[in-house]
């Protein structure tokens, strides 16, 4: 099997959904793997026309009276094939995490006990703002999609996106605790 980017893989499990244009793409990815999985807007069409010339993915323009015609991408058999062979793969690695509180933190000597405090105490109201999005989500999902194929493994990785998020609350409950007591 040819290796293709994490990208194209994304973009051929996205096509198995409703989504066939590269607006509606976009949005799915706004949406939802965006929470997990980084996609820029400018790299979708350059890999919508890689998978057309890769043979994993038709394009077909459909036109709608008083609108703009529009490309509609479909996987192939091919396509098809490549995404189940690659979700058969193990994962390669595990993922590293870039953070920044935790750069900041780590070099914190530097700065004073309230502007550490008022750093984490941010960053938890960012996670705790991140929590309730995903139980938005999870909400929409449950009600809009509850008989999607899809809909379980969807909620799969909220799940794993909510878990992490209340660890991470947890942690800087626990962060602020210990920072007040060498404080005090």
């Not at 994304?10 to 996609?39: M, Q, R, V």
């Not at 938890?124 to 999607?148: F, G």
Request: proline residues 2%; aromatic residues 12%; glycine residues 4%.
């Amino acid at each position: 099997m040819k290796n293709y980017n994490h990208t194209t893989y994304a973009i051929l499990g996205i096509l198995t959904t409703e989504c066939k244009s590269g607006y509606a793409i976009k949005k799915f990815i706004d949406n939802s793997l965006n929470h997990f999985w980084k996609i820029s807007y400018g790299q979708i069409y350059p890999t919508l026309k890689s998978l057309v010339q890769e043979g994993l993915a038709d394009v077909y323009t459909s036109s709608s009276e008083g609108k703009q015609d529009k490309n509609e991408y479909h996987l192939t058999e091919k396509g098809i094939d490549t995404l189940k062979e690659w979700l058969g793969q193990p994962v390669e690695q595990l993922p590293i995490e870039r953070n920044e509180i935790l750069l900041k933190l780590f070099f914190s000597r530097f700065q004073s006990y309230d502007q550490t405090a008022l750093l984490l105490n941010q960053y938890k109201q960012r996670l705790e703002s991140r929590h309730q999005t995903y139980l938005a989500i999870e909400q929409s999902i449950v009600y809009h999609n509850k008989d999607d194929e899809d809909a379980m493994y969807w909620l799969f990785t909220l799940d794993y996106g909510k878990s992490v998020t209340i660890s991470a609350i947890e942690w800087c409950k626990r962060t602020l605790g210990k920072l007040q007591k060498k404080e005090d």
